[in-house]
């Protein structure tokens, strides 16, 4: 049987892949939040809400088949689904019959894996040069070669945490990274199986957060860069454009009762990694994002925006601009241009916003013109040059359904228009910002034991281990591991369990 420090790797694994199964899910349903392994709610995005409709397997393969990609990714994430729950019984048999080992056992046992780790190894070299040998020809073809292909002693980073080296490689270390961290907060939820501390708090989101802080803050911190992040919040209750349209947002279902202590918990994650956390009272995540992007650019500072939220793409610059302001992809780690966006949407980030009033975004409840979807709106856009000119002109549009919906919808599409639009230029003296505005935001230096502390607290013992090997005490975290005994190395640990266990006799130590 597998070690399970091995099979926590590979739930892990799985965790990170339902995670970019559900995001995908979420960029095609327009930004929609659903629990996938929710029968009712997979139905209700598939059919529409309470439209009712079988979800079965053989339904979805069908559908998956006729062009479905929302139905494709529900099977998708119910295999992994299904493999994870598969790992989960072998960690916790192997947990089980581990703890039943004596001593002597449990020492033949870690030999004998040993033994077959060194044989597996021995085996992958030689296939290796075997394969090396038959392909120097081809090998030629290429430009640039990795060094990690002749040096076995490498070690391997994790895909993830290689994904962030590259998108920060480049990164000026004057550039303000800005997180929709309410968005992954949803995103995180809905990603992580149902985890409780052992007083029965939930923390699955909370576990999700911490391993994007581990992969955005640590990882690069530690190889001697320092990027300057910032987790932005949505502020509870509503905001103004509840004013504007009372019907905003009222399609979204209650917020999970379990995910509301969570919140607390993820800025408390943040504030122990060091990250700077910002909301202001009224106003969503996204306003905030976009007055801090459009302070930054004024300033002349770099801006990328850590987000899938498409509402946010009206932010991102044009190629030629000399001070940037780009979106970037939470799963690849890659950053979404311009171009990308005028790819994506068939109109500049300027003009997204008059297209997304049109086609309406039924995440956000927000109506747009019925009848109206994004390529259409893109075509009228282009055609006319903007919403207004659109509207005003509507009864010179050819096709006879367009211009009816148009002429009809004109109020409804200004409406709209008002509650996308990104409020760019908040009061500061609503923001609490640094003395020195946004160019005072930074990370604090890494405090390692608040970092374990707070791990301690929620109990992720395996995202603790990971961790303390980071910073290079994994050596410790493995004897207490084995002995349940701290490993005594300076004096002051020793008077330290020396107070801690004043008075019982039973547990002093002889000097």
Request: aromatic letters at 6%; charged letters at 30%.
């Amino acid at each position: 049987m597998r070690e399970s420090v091995d099979l926590q790797a590979d739930l892990d694994a799985i965790a990170q892949r339902q995670f970019a199964i559900v995001h995908r899910i979420g960029e095609l349903s327009g930004d929609r939040i659903i629990n996938v392994g929710s029968p009712k709610q997979v139905a209700d995005l598939l059919y529409g809400d309470n439209a009712g409709g079988s979800t079965s397997k053989d339904v979805l393969e069908n559908m998956a088949v006729a062009g479905n990609e929302i139905a494709a990714n529900v099977l998708h994430w119910r295999k992994v689904e299904a493999l994870r729950r598969k790992l989960m019984a072998k960690k916790e048999a192997f947990e089980e019959k581990e703890l039943a080992m004596t001593p002597y056992e449990r020492g033949r046992r870690k030999t004998a894996l040993q033994k077959k780790q060194k044989k597996k190894v021995i085996g992958a070299s030689n296939a290796k040069a075997s394969i090396n040998g038959n392909a120097q020809v081809i090998s030629r073809a290429f430009s640039t070669a990795s060094a990690n292909d002749d040096d076995g002693s490498t070690k391997e980073l994790d895909k993830n945490e290689t994904a962030i080296a590259n998108y920060l490689e480049p990164q000026n270390n004057e550039a303000l990274i800005l997180v929709d961290a309410s968005g992954f907060i949803f995103r995180a939820y809905h990603a992580m199986p149902p985890m409780h501390r052992f007083d029965g708090t939930p923390t699955g989101a909370v576990l999700g957060i911490c391993n994007i802080l581990s992969r955005l803050v640590l990882v690069p911190l530690l190889a001697g860069s320092n990027p300057r992040v910032v987790f932005v919040f949505d502020s509870p209750g509503k905001n103004f454009r509840h004013e504007i349209y009372d019907l905003y947002k009222a399609n979204r279902p209650e917020c999970p009762i379990d995910l509301i202590p969570q919140f607390d918990l993820v800025r408390q994650a943040a504030l122990a990694f060091g990250v700077p956390t910002i909301e202001c009272a009224g106003y969503e995540a996204d306003d905030v994002i976009a007055t801090l992007a459009t302070m930054s650019f004024q300033d002349g500072v770099d801006v990328d925006i850590l987000s899938s939220d498409k509402d946010l793409m009206q932010l991102v610059t044009p190629i030629e601009s000399t001070t940037q302001i780009n979106m970037v992809d939470p799963i690849k780690m890659t950053r979404i241009t311009h171009d990308a966006v005028v790819k994506k949407w068939g109109v500049s980030a300027e003009d997204l916003g008059d297209l997304l009033a049109l086609a309406g975004d039924s995440s956000d409840n927000v109506p747009g013109v019925r009848g109206i979807g994004p390529k259409i709106a893109a075509s009228l856009i282009s055609e006319f040059g903007s919403l207004e000119e659109c509207l005003t002109n509507a009864d010179q549009v050819k096709q006879k359904g367009r211009r009816e919906k148009l002429i009809e919808q004109a109020n409804m599409a200004r409406l709209s228009r008002r509650l996308v639009d990104l409020d760019r230029s908040i009061p500061t003296n609503a923001l609490d910002l640094p003395n020195e505005g946004v160019k005072g935001f930074c990370l604090e230096s890494i405090n390692e034991d608040r970092i374990i502390n707070f791990l301690d607290q929620m109990e992720f013992r395996d995202l603790k281990r990971r961790t303390l090997k980071k910073f290079g005490r994994d050596s410790e975290m493995s004897f207490k591991k084995r002995t349940g005994y701290k490993k005594v190395t300076r004096k002051s640990d020793i008077f330290e369990v020396s107070r801690a266990n004043e008075g019982d006799e039973s547990r002093s130590i002889p000097f």
